[in-house]
Each structure stands twice: as structure tokens, then as C-alpha cells.
């Protein structure tokens, strides 16, 4: 499977942009209403969507989905974090790390390149904690509350864009799919 003959698959432009900032070049792209199924499971979700995707692309794919996991709640809400932030918004996500003594959280990301015949799963973790409360105006979801170990105390929202792509949980991901296609 060759790399720059994926597919991204999201509506989110954004994504898209750090995605193609982290590999280098310009991805083909469909913005594509998949079928989002509810788990806790990252990859569960990441498999369902690139079959999903599939279905509806010839040719080989490139999704991927994100998960926030709140040490407090024991993992919660992890790949449902999209939910909880539009039921929420980043304000929310402060508080509710209010309610316990521990702020750390860990971001994964997933991405899935498949063909039909094979997918390849490059994955990204991302330690660190929630802030007390949002902070910065870069980036997008709740980059503003996500303040990884190594990010110099700065939110994700805080960050230069290359800054940001450097330490990403993205960055992990899509770099080891990358590797997981012999690229």
C-alpha cells in the first residue's frame, strides 16, 4: 500500500492540515459522513471506520479517530470524547477534572490505512493533564484544555502549529503507520 496514494477521510479540515504538516505532502481527501459506532474501544472504533470508508472509496484509505482519557474517570470518556465536548464544551471537561485529585489524562490517536485487503494501524500516546481551565486559541476540540508532559506547561492550543505537530499525538500516529507501510 503507498502511502501518498491514500485517502483521508475526515470532515475535519483541520485533521487534515496537521495531517499532511506531520507527513509532508498534500493527501487526497473525502469529507465522508461514516457511521461513528459508540465504544470505549479506540480501535474498535478505527477498524469500523475504515471498513466503512472502503465501502464507499476505491482504492486504499487513510482514517483515523482520537481519544481523551481522563485518569479520574478511569479512561472515560476515551474515543467519546467528541460527545462529551459538544455536551460540554472544553469549560466542561475542566470541571468535571475538578472533581477528582488527579488531572492526568492520556490522548491516543489511531490511524488505520486500508486497501480491502489489509490495514495498517500506526498509534500515538500522548501523556500529560487537564488544566484548570481552557487555555489558548490554536487548534481545535479540546486542544485547550490538553496539556501534554513535554509541552512546557503550554495547551495544545497554546502551541505554534509546528510546535504542536512535534510533540502530537497525531504526529505518533500517522509516523507510525507510516513505518507500518515500509515509507
Not at 490538553?146 to 509541552?151: A, D, L, M, T
Request: glycine share 10%.
Amino acid at each position: 500500500m503507498n502511502i501518498e496514494r491514500l485517502v483521508f477521510v475526515t470532515s475535519n479540515l483541520d485533521k487534515l492540515r496537521e495531517a499532511e504538516a506531520v507527513l509532508g505532502f498534500q493527501l487526497a481527501h473525502r469529507a465522508l459522513d461514516l457511521e461513528e459506532i459508540q465504544s470505549l474501544s479506540l480501535e474498535a472504533v478505527v477498524h469500523h471506520k475504515a471498513r466503512s470508508a472502503q465501502t464507499r472509496i476505491e482504492g486504499p484509505v487513510l482514517v483515523e479517530d482520537t481519544a481523551l482519557e481522563l485518569e479520574g474517570m478511569d479512561g472515560f470518556p476515551g474515543p467519546l470524547i467528541r460527545w462529551l465536548l459538544a455536551s460540554v464544551g472544553p469549560n466542561g471537561i475542566c470541571t468535571l477534572a475538578d472533581a477528582f485529585a488527579e488531572r492526568r489524562a492520556v490522548v491516543r490517536c489511531m490511524a488505520c490505512a486500508a486497501d480491502g485487503s489489509e490495514e495498517l494501524i500506526g498509534l500515538g500516546v500522548v501523556e500529560g493533564q487537564i488544566a484548570v481551565r481552557p487555555r489558548g486559541h490554536r487548534g481545535f476540540g479540546w486542544d485547550s484544555v490538553f496539556i501534554p508532559s513535554g509541552g512546557e506547561g503550554k495547551t495544545y492550543a497554546e502551541m505554534e502549529t509546528a510546535e504542536k505537530n512535534r510533540i502530537s499525538h497525531r504526529r505518533l500516529a500517522l509516523e507510525n503507520l507510516r513505518r507500518a507501510l515500509g515509507c
